[in-house]
């Protein structure tokens, strides 16, 4: 069964309005992320997490908090939604110790539409 | 400041032939992890092969292997004996640091392979 699971899968949010996106992971791993993926730019980093308690600001945060209330669970908050932050987001857990490197294993995406 | 670059944005093959897709990074570190995900038309992400940049062999996993040219700063990805359900989008990875806990990675804008019978 999946390991990282996301929700909602789909979001259509209005303009100015709060959306909370959550992840959940059962690999146990200390590290999640959050990535947007915009087509011609990839994934792109927005905030991420070394395990319950902290968050560390990516690439692209502007726009964006995250809370990691636990080491299961991560949350990407938008507290005034705008049309530019509508994309497919994805929720990721990895190991994060010693020379793992990090291998990072995906949820299955959230799409998002801020109307 | 670390970057991840594939100048490829498509590539087109027959089932059964060799595809190799390009990935060039920069980074300051000595010590760096460099990664290959591939991407369903479902949109999954899935782990694919890695490369330590210590290790002077190329890795390889069922008909994935990787082109390591260090001094180049580039590590290709080849895919060998094509199948259909190879179509996707691959994307490059990178993430500095051997010993340091927790660095995100960094990722390309993707390849788009499709693979035709």
């Known amino acids: 069964e999946a390991a990282v699971t996301q929700s909602p899968r789909n979001k259509v949010a209005v303009t100015g309005g709060k959306v909370t996106l959550s992840c959940n992971q059962t690999?146990?791993?200390?590290?999640m992320y959050w990535y947007r993926q915009d087509t011609g730019h990839g994934l792109r980093l927005i905030h991420y997490?070394?395990?319950?308690?902290?968050?560390e600001k990516g690439d692209i945060p502007d726009g964006y908090k995250a809370s990691r209330p636990s080491q299961e669970n991560f949350s990407l908050i938008l507290e005034l939604a705008t049309p530019s932050q509508t994309s497919v987001y994805f929720c990721?857990?990895?190991?994060?110790?010693?020379?793992?490197?990090?291998?990072?294993?995906f949820g299955e995406g959230s799409r998002l539409i801020v109307v | 400041a670390q970057k991840v670059t594939q100048t490829q944005t498509s590539i087109s093959v027959m089932e059964k032939t060799t595809v190799t897709m390009d990935c060039v990074y920069e980074t300051q570190d000595s010590s760096y992890f460099l990664f290959w995900y591939k991407q369903t038309a479902s949109g999954e992400i899935v782990f694919l092969i890695r490369?330590?940049?210590?290790?002077?062999e190329n890795a390889t996993v069922g008909h994935y292997s990787l082109n390591f040219q260090k001094p180049k700063s580039s590590i290709g990805l080849i895919i060998t004996a094509t199948q259909i359900e190879d179509s996707a989008v691959y994307f490059c990875a990178m993430r500095e640091g051997a010993y340091q806990g927790g660095r995100a990675l960094i990722f390309g804008t993707g390849t788009t392979v499709s693979v035709s019978p």
């Open positions: 690999n146990n791993h200390n590290n």
């Open positions: 990721a857990s990895g190991e994060g110790q010693g020379v793992s490197g990090n291998t990072l294993y």
């Open positions: 490369q330590d940049s210590y290790k002077k």
């Open positions: 997490s070394y395990g319950a308690g902290s968050t």
